[in-house]
């Protein structure tokens, strides 16, 4: 009888050791699990396009046969040799320079507003999230004509106050501000919303503590708010900085061309990238300037994230002060 009580007994040790094992796993390997599908959607969808865009990038690719001689690094010398890339290049950073800066200065504004008693927050939260909803077309073809240089609606006010008429499709930082204005139209709203979720989870206690020690309005924003916005303001510089430098619709769009201008005074790396695989049919040379683009981005962007941090960090420690 007690034998077969010490028996039962094993067999419970070992089922509860059993299930302890496999509670342990479940917390240690459950979570790759539960990420695991997206990395492999990645691989397939994002992984190998990289990767087969780097190997046809040192190739004559042959569309019809879907083959290719391998040529090296001809295709990178040949872009960096020809003039309309650096016009490209120096026009897609001008467009990002005028939309990206004023676009998180006014993103942060606005978060700021909306994140105070107003009344009918949810009208005003939804509000500024309505112009990222509007199609890149249609924001496209009222801009370009309202930016027009004959019958345009704001060179129709500039005339009226006795200002001489801009040339916005013609003139090369006219035509980038009125690009960048567009971008700024679709794209302020969504950021301003994701700094006023960030400026939510701010404790209150910290504005609090700031009010008591006799700091005003301004001294809270600039020594609590954008201290504790260091990760999501990051977040959005990174993404800003990516999407700027991938711009593409609202200069494909910005005249009946879609060309980048006369004198290409607004063609942007993508359109120099697009014309050259679907213009000339020369997907190797397409390959090489994705692959181009793309390590200026990863480059720009460790760029933003190192100055992000050293910017923010330095206005925490002043603040502590």
Do not use: C
């Amino acid at each position: 009888m007690a034998s077969a009580l010490d028996t039962d007994d094993r067999k419970a040790v070992r089922r509860f050791e059993r299930r302890q094992r496999l509670g342990h796993w479940d917390v240690k390997y459950s979570p790759y699990l539960y990420i695991a599908p997206f990395f492999l959607i990645f691989a397939v969808t994002g992984l190998f396009p990289i990767v087969y865009t780097a190997v046809i990038s040192l190739q004559d690719w042959d569309l019809v046969r879907n083959t290719g001689e391998f040529i090296g690094f001809d295709h990178f010398v040949f872009v960096f040799q020809d003039p309309q890339f650096w016009k490209a290049l120096r026009n897609t950073f001008s467009i990002f320079l005028f939309s990206s800066v004023p676009q998180l200065i006014l993103a942060t504004f606005i978060a700021a507003q909306l994140d105070t008693n107003l009344r009918a927050k949810t009208f005003w939260r939804m509000g500024v999230l309505l112009p990222y909803v509007v199609a890149p077309v249609a924001v496209s073809l009222i801009f370009s004509n309202m930016f027009g240089d004959q019958y345009g609606v704001v060179n129709s006010v500039l005339t009226s106050i006795g200002l001489d008429p801009v040339g916005w499709h013609t003139d090369v930082i006219p035509s980038h501000i009125a690009i960048a204005t567009m971008v700024n139209f679709r794209w302020t709203g969504y950021n301003a919303l994701i700094l006023l979720a960030a400026m939510q989870a701010i404790p209150r206690d910290l504005y609090e503590a700031a009010a008591i020690d006799g700091a005003g309005a301004l001294r809270r924003f600039f020594s609590v708010t954008v201290p504790q916005l260091r990760p999501t303001l990051i977040f959005v510089i990174i993404t800003s900085t990516i999407g700027g430098l991938q711009i593409f619709d609202e200069p494909r769009l910005y005249d009946v061309t879609g060309q980048g201008g006369a004198n290409q005074q607004w063609l942007t790396i993508t359109m120099y990238m697009y014309n050259a695989g679907w213009g000339k049919f020369d997907f190797g040379r397409a390959a090489a300037i994705a692959w181009i683009l793309f390590l200026i981005i990863v480059v720009f962007g460790l760029i933003n994230f190192y100055l992000t941090r050293r910017l923010v960090s330095d206005d925490r420690s002043s603040g502590g002060k």
